[in-house]
Structure formats: structure tokens, C-alpha cells
T-cell receptor
Framework: SAVISQKPSRDICQRGTSLTIQCQVD?????MFWYRQQPGQSLTLIAT?????????ESGFVIDKFPISRPNLTFSTLTVSNMSPEDSSIYLC??????????FGAGTRLSVL | AQSVAQPEDQVNVAEGNPLTVKCTYS??????LFWYVQYPNRGLQFLLK??????LVKGSYGFEAEFNKSQTSFHLKKPSALVSDSALYFC???????????FGPGTSLSVIP
């Protein structure tokens, strides 16, 4: 298994500003994922961040808006840039294992005013 | 293209009664199937998976799921529901080990004392 620490757990931000979310894993993992989730709804994959390569973004998500860093096998950050109220959501970090299981952080609840 | 459906947004069951949360899927080959649970203000937690082998899969917290290839279903079951089982349940699927996981829309389970 993997234990994931995600920070901050929640934040309230002003429009036009940026927020960087950190994801720390207690073991080395190759695959890391960033998701967005509206409360009570399903997950939407933003991007896959594998160490040693550029992040791969899903349709509708671009690097300028959601830059991702993956400096090593235990850490990643997602930045939500130039925020608007539409960016208010829960952002989840996840890691994949060789057993095809994903482990998730507790999420970052973002509100943009 | 792979997809997953959870036909019920909400399932209510009395404590002590059996519960079923339904899931159907669509993939072109043999599926990798998963169930995850999300408690309030938490990330998703892995419950169980089916990749190959016995069609009846047992997982965490007394849950089990049955893979039915002819009906393309993977329903989650538990013989006796607990109030603490109340949560949001996600079925997920992928076509190969290297594909991204597709999550269903989620089913909110309420176990009534």
C-alpha cells in the first residue's frame, strides 16, 4: 500500500491568484495522477505525472493552467493558475501500483472567490 | 471506448440487510474492474478488484463483487449492511494494465439504523 499526504487540505483563494498543491508519498512510485472532483460526483483525470517525463494532460486541461512538477519518485505538485470561481473543486492526488491499485490522498478543497 | 455505468445515484438499505450496488461496464477486451469507496472529506479507498480468476471477488470490510461477463456487470455486495458503510461508492474499469482507469459516476449508499 501507499500513504499519501496532500497539502493544503483546503484553501480559499481570490480569483486571479494561483495555488500549488503538494502530494507526498511514503514510498517510491512511478505513476502519479491528479484528479478533479466536484463534491458527490465522479473523478475527472487532469493529468498523469510519471517521473522522468513531461506530464500527460487529458482533453480540456492544459499545462499553462495546471502546471505539474514531478521532481522525484515520492513527490509531485499541481498548480492551479489564474484561478476563477469555476476552478472551485476538490483536487485529488493518486498513485498507481504494480497491482493495478490506486491510492488517493485526502484531497484539497479549493474555493475561489 | 471503455465506459462504466452505475445506474443508481442513491441506494438506501436498512442496517443488517444485504446490500447491492450495481455496476455495468463496456470494454473491447477483458476488463480490469475495481470498486472504491469514499467517505466524507476523504480520498477514495480501494475495496476490491477483478482481473482474472474466480468470478466472485472478496475485498475489504466484508464486501464482495461478482464478475458476470455475459451481463457485463460487476455488482458490489455485502450480506449485512452497517451504518458505517454509508459512503460514496465508485466502480472503475480499464482495458489493460497500461490504460488509465475510468471511474463511474458513483452511488451514494445510505444505511439506515
Amino acid at each position: 500500500s501507499a500513504v499519501i499526504s496532500q497539502k493544503p487540505s483546503r484553501d480559499i483563494c481570490q480569483r486571479g491568484t494561483s495555488l500549488t498543491i503538494q502530494c507526498q508519498v511514503d514510498s517510491q512510485v512511478t505513476m502519479m495522477f491528479w484528479y478533479r472532483q466536484q463534491p458527490g460526483q465522479s473523478l475527472t483525470l487532469i493529468a498523469t505525472a510519471n517521473q522522468g517525463s513531461e506530464a500527460t494532460y487529458e482533453s480540456g486541461f492544459v499545462i499553462d493552467k495546471f502546471p505539474i512538477s514531478r521532481p522525484n519518485l515520492t513527490f509531485s505538485t499541481l498548480t492551479v493558475s489564474n484561478m476563477s470561481p469555476e476552478d472551485s473543486s476538490i483536487y485529488l492526488c493518486s498513485v498507481g501500483t504494480g497491482q493495478n491499485i490506486q491510492y488517493f490522498g485526502a484531497g484539497t478543497r479549493l474555493s475561489v472567490l | 471506448a471503455q465506459s462504466v455505468a452505475q445506474p443508481e445515484d442513491q441506494v438506501n438499505v436498512a442496517e443488517g440487510n444485504p446490500l447491492t450496488v450495481k455496476c455495468t461496464y463496456s470494454v473491447s477486451g477483458n476488463p480490469y474492474l475495481f470498486w472504491y469507496v469514499q467517505y466524507p472529506n476523504r480520498g477514495l479507498q480501494f475495496l476490491l478488484k477483478y482481473i482474472t480468476g474466480d468470478n466472485l471477488v472478496k475485498g475489504s470490510y466484508g464486501f464482495e463483487a461478482e464478475f458476470n461477463k455475459s451481463q457485463t456487470s460487476f455488482h458490489l455486495k455485502k450480506p449485512s449492511a452497517l451504518v458505517s458503510d454509508s459512503a460514496l461508492y465508485f466502480c472503475a474499469v480499464k482495458e489493460t494494465s497500461y490504460d488509465k482507469v475510468i471511474f463511474g459516476p458513483g452511488t451514494s449508499l445510505s444505511v439506515i439504523p
